[in-house]
């Protein structure tokens, strides 16, 4: 598994599970919004995965487009659903929360090296464009990575 996809998955399981329970319609929206954007950019990675030339014109649209809808996820929690996140809970929970993401990613990564074998050499999910140097996740840990490790405000 990927950073990017333990970290969705990371986010799926913790943040937006309790989003989900929330009496506040905007919260419950900002869960499920999250969920769905997070399992379109997976379904895009299996198709990335699967394509068996990485140098074609096909790949490199694939890419950009997955860059497009990380970019527009990232904009999006940054924008509105965070500040939702920091409404739902006070500082405490959002402290645990925090906590709980971190290691969930952390289990997930390293289950992950150990079941898929990554460490013998076999390739992640993470495509790794090389046509026109793109990058694929451009800004993704910068943004992302404070919230995930301590959803500070």
Known sequence: MSKLLAHAHAEQNVLYRNMEKSD??????????????HRIVEQQLE??????????????????????LINQHVKKEEGTRFRCARREFDSAALEKLGEQLRRQKEKLLTETLGRDGLAAGRPSLVPRPVRNSTLIVCGYREVCEPFCCGIRS
């Open 24 to 37: 506040d319609e905007e919260a419950r929206s900002f869960a499920y919004e999250g969920d769905n954007e």
């Open 47 to 68: 198709q990335m995965s699967r394509t068996r030339n990485k140098m074609s014109e096909q790949w490199t649209a694939q890419a950009t487009v997955l860059r497009e």
